[in-house]
């Protein structure tokens, strides 16, 4: 949940939520104990409501207009944005703040050290498109409590204009696909590929160097759960 750890994986009593809650923050503080950060990977994009068919669970009950980004020519439909049915309108006033207070809660109760986006784009979208400068993202760079947390971006999501790699704002670091895409080439034996490979191992300052971002803020992989 956004709140709280699933009791599901927890080795302690199910039933007890402070046991819960308690376990995980030891998890934390021994990982942390090792050297080991703790990154969430967290989906503030889309709930499991589905489109404008879809079971009424929580957001949409409580105020199906406020929560959900809503076709312009027919507000009784969902835009899917995410390919899940529905997509969260973080740039409403009280769905920014209900991520910041989630957000907050995982760092300052439990400990942890950061969170990787899932379609992170959705989180900049206004009725433009994107945004580096969304009221979202102005409102965590602001915030005491995460303004030290490691923000990772999976830097598209399904909409139109979706593929934003590059273009997220400050601190923030980014899956890097070109990365992916040129070792993968590299790897099936495709020629000419040295200078793009040297490109990317040397931190892809296509991308970021021109808003004055450092290498790091390129994440660097191969794999990921949704392919190869």
Not at 32 to 41: N, S, T
Not at 59 to 86: F, V
Not at 106 to 131: I, K, N, Q, S, Y
Not at 175 to 199: H, I, Q, S
């Amino acid at each position: 949940g956004f709140f709280c750890p699933d009791p599901r994986f927890a080795a302690c009593d199910k039933t007890d939520p402070t046991a819960v809650a308690e376990e995980f923050r030891a998890m934390v503080a021994t990982l942390h104990e090792h050297g080991l950060e703790v990154v969430l990977d967290v989906v503030y994009n889309h709930t499991p409501e589905g489109n404008e068919h879809g079971p009424t669970l929580s957001m949409r009950g409580l105020d199906h207009a406020s929560w959900y980004w809503l076709a312009a020519d027919d507000p009784s439909r969902c835009e899917n944005l995410t390919g899940c049915g529905n997509t969260l309108d973080v740039a409403h006033t009280r769905v920014t703040q209900f991520v910041l207070d989630s957000l907050r809660y995982w760092v300052h109760e439990m400990g942890v050290d950061g969170f990787r986006f899932d379609l992170a784009p959705v989180l900049g979208r206004t009725r433009h498109g994107f945004d580096s400068h969304a009221a979202f993202f102005t409102a965590l760079a602001q915030d005491p409590i995460l303004a030290r947390a490691r923000l990772i971006a999976e830097a598209w999501d399904a909409g139109p204009d979706g593929y934003q790699v590059g273009r997220f704002p400050g601190r923030w670091l980014e899956w890097n696909d070109k990365f992916r895409d040129t070792v993968r080439r590299f790897w099936r034996g495709e020629e000419n590929l040295a200078g793009e490979v040297g490109y990317r191992l040397c931190g892809s300052a296509d991308l970021y160097e021109g808003a004055r971002r450092r290498p790091q803020a390129s994440i660097n992989f191969i794999t990921a759960h949704d392919g190869f």
